[in-house]
């Protein structure tokens, strides 16, 4: 029983929060209310309606909401979603465009197993399906896997990684988004040695932390505070009875979001007043930025307890992959093995997650990697959203990456340039 009390009473508070809102929104709008002459009905409605709506979503898997794409035909094609490779933890989805052929340019996306779900991509993918076939991680709710399926950390997350790169072939790119970026580093690697005819034709790591201690940021600092006792301690409970994988240890997706949102209280609270107002102005919409930007945000998945603790003791205090000693089932990867990928770092200027330093140092592990195979761009101004999604992506770096990928997708030894379907 022990962590599973507060797990359940985080629920709790989550559902009474949700139900309070529904409350008050219903309240609050009931016809005779408009024959009173103050605001304040109106105000409770839209206070209900904004409240209600933020509680929901934080147990509620976000959809992708990609429907159709133009082609080079230039027709809509449907997009519909399915997946290639199932397992307990994660599947690997493929976006199927219907009607259209396959595409020269195939891209693996790595989404971050960082207390959101892979959906946090959906602007990432959207800019590029029009260019390419898409494949992305889709890492499952660990509250939702019974705990019959074992753990799962780092080691199984690189074996994972690894195993979707086999299954799709050397002719596919790989582009790791932030968190995954040192793992994604490490399955190449590991391949490189293992299986050296699957590895990837090409390797770009946006935005993550290869060694931490390159350029030091809060999330750094947490981590070399805190121990590991301490950390289990505080962020570590057991998934309650109503989910399936009742009983299994996690880092729950609630604790981490009131983590999110108590290092930005003060923004995220003018947010949601200012909303409030909009509501009873009769001004909000359902898919206004408000809406769009907090049901992405609030929407929290929980972490395996094991890959989230060996993640900070391996690869934030122990330095495993920045250190090149990390060890894979048994086997030490050596990153300059890698001899063939043309590899790319992309850096936000202003990223206060992963700092400008951090995943550039990944070019100094890769000892066995020619120079013209090694590339880096550091975006002025940008932060770290804007490095993957925001206009910073489509405007500078989404081109870059595609170049990047035509240059040497047409063989390690020689890429013939793809033409690009729009600029």
Not at 272 to 291: T, V
């Amino acid at each position: 029983m022990r962590y599973l009390l507060t797990y359940d009473m985080m629920e709790t508070v989550r559902n009474a929060s949700q139900w309070l809102g529904s409350t008050a929104r219903s309240f609050g709008s009931y016809p005779a209310t408009g024959l009173a002459p103050t605001p304040a009905f109106n105000l409770m409605s839209a206070w209900g309606e904004v409240i209600e709506r933020s509680f929901s979503r934080m147990i509620a898997k976000p959809d992708w909401g990609i429907r159709s794409v133009v082609g080079q035909d230039g027709r809509d094609h449907l997009v519909s979603i399915h997946s290639v490779v199932e397992r307990p933890f994660g599947n690997l989805i493929k976006f199927q465009v219907q009607g259209r052929p396959d595409m020269p340019r195939k891209v693996l996306l790595v989404a971050p197993m960082s207390g959101h779900y892979a959906t946090l991509l959906r602007s990432t993918v959207a800019s590029l399906l029009p260019d390419c076939d898409i494949y992305v991680t889709d890492w499952h709710n660990a509250r939702d896997i019974p705990v019959s399926c074992g753990k799962f950390d780092v080691e199984d997350y690189t074996l994972y990684l690894a195993d979707f790169m086999e299954h799709l072939g050397p002719d596919i790119h790989v582009i790791a988004v932030c968190q995954p970026a040192p793992l994604t580093l490490a399955a190449t690697a590991y391949l490189a040695e293992k299986k050296p005819e699957a590895q990837p034709a090409t390797l770009t790591l946006i935005g993550g932390p290869i060694d931490p201690d390159a350029a030091p940021t809060d999330v750094t600092d947490f981590g070399r505070r805190i121990t590991m006792g301490q950390l289990e301690e505080l962020a570590i409970q057991r998934v309650g009875f109503k989910y399936a994988g009742a009983g299994r240890m996690v880092y729950p997706g609630l604790l981490q979001l009131t983590s999110f949102m108590s290092m930005n209280a003060d923004r995220h609270g003018e947010a949601f007043f200012n909303q409030i107002l909009r509501a009873a102005k009769g001004e909000a919409r359902d898919n206004d930025h408000h809406n769009r930007f907090y049901d992405e945000y609030l929407a929290v998945m929980d972490m395996p307890a094991e890959f989230y603790l060996s993640t900070v003791e391996r690869l934030f205090k122990g330095g495993e992959v920045a250190q090149n000693r990390f060890v894979v089932d048994g086997h030490q990867v050596d990153i300059g093995k890698i001899t063939n990928v043309a590899v790319k770092i992309v850096e936000g200027e202003k990223d206060d997650i992963s700092a400008p330093g951090q995943c550039l140092a990944a070019l100094d592990l890769l000892t066995g990697l020619p120079a013209d195979k090694k590339f880096s761009h550091l975006e002025p101004n940008a932060g770290h959203y804007g490095i993957f999604a925001g206009k910073s992506w489509r405007d500078n770096i989404r081109p870059l990456v595609l170049e990047f990928l035509d240059a040497h997708g047409g063989g390690r030894d020689g890429a013939v340039p793809l033409k690009s379907v729009r600029p």
